[in-house]
């Protein structure tokens, strides 16, 4: 902005240039007494891309302190402040250069302010590549982090569905095997009452084999015993018969006659020669 004898410039105006020119680098606002500390607290409001680097605001004696607090806490890019004139005393100068880097206080007739060191814009740059460097390695560190983070996540969540896979594998098992016990002693249980059964059986037939056998020999020894009955009636009627006739024939012998008993005529002979 060429320099300006006009009083016309007031603060409505800074303000206004402030709001519409974001890419505001050199302002040349020289002896404008409308001019105050609220333009350039509009300057330092306006977000300013990349930044204003020349300022001169000489001969404005409403310009203090305050109003170089304000650019020194929002434009930290100005590399020369020419506050020839303003209300602004030398102390105050001096503690706000700190917010500025790489500029020095010039004092001479025509000049009242900062200017730039040697290759200041360099320096700046250097700086501001540093800081972006620094910014970049944050952000990889903090992009390295939430790829960790995510890769441990996953990790945790892989662990977690295979303990869950593992969970639900030996539940099934658990219940296979239980299945297969239930089964297993379901058929043990019916081979045994089958065991059972047939064993109840084969006892049944056993029981009724002997209990036959029992009966034919009880059979058998009582026909042996109606045997030696009837052998012993039989012998005991034969002897009585023998006897009988034993009688008669020592009672024939007495008489001295010969008969015949039950036509045994040979048996009385014999008897009779003895």
């Known amino acids: ?16 240039l402030a709001r519409g020119c974001k890419h505001l680098v ?29 300022l001169n605001l000489s001969g404005l004696r409403d310009v203090t302190e305050t109003g170089l607090a304000w650019l020194a806490e929002k434009c930290p890019t100005i590399l020369t402040l020419n506050v020839k004139g ?3 005393p030398f102390a105050a100068l001096k503690g706000l250069r700190q917010s500025w880097t790489y500029v020095t206080i010039k004092r001479t007739e025509d000049f009242y302010g ?4 040697h290759r200041a814009k360099e320096k700046r740059r250097i700086d501001d590549f540093a800081i972006a460097w620094k910014a970049a390695i944050r952000l990889q560190g903090l992009y390295r982090r939430s790829q960790a983070m995510k890769a441990l996540s996953k990790a945790k969540e892989k662990r ?7 969970k639900l594998q030996s539940l099934w098992r658990r219940r296979q095997a239980k299945r297969a016990y239930l089964v ?7 081979e045994e009452d089958a065991a059972k059964a047939v064993q109840k059986v084969a006892r049944r037939i056993r029981a009724k084999r002997i209990l036959r056998q029992k009966r034919h020999a009880a059979w058998i020894q009582k026909r042996a015993e109606a045997a ?12 009585r018969n023998l006897f009988g006739m034993m009688l008669a024939v020592r009672s024939c012998l007495f008489r001295g006659s010969v008969f015949c008993v039950d036509g045994d005529t040979q048996l009385l002979t014999i008897l009779c020669r003895s």
């Open 228 to 239: 030696v009955t009837l052998q012993c009636a039989w012998r005991n009627h034969s002897a």
């Open 1 to 16: 902005m060429a320099k300006c004898d006009y009083d016309s410039i007031s603060d409505a105006g800074i303000k206004a």
């Open 86 to 88: 303003c209300t602004v």
């Open 184 to 190: 297993i002693k379901w058929q043990r249980k019916r």
């Open 26 to 54: 050199h302002l040349n606002i020289p002896d404008c007494r409308g001019v105050s500390d609220l333009s350039l607290l509009a300057i330092s409001e306006a977000h300013l891309a990349p930044g204003i680097e020349y």
């Open 160 to 166: 977690l569905m295979e303990w869950a896979a593992l």
């Open 114 to 117: 900062y200017v730039p060191e």
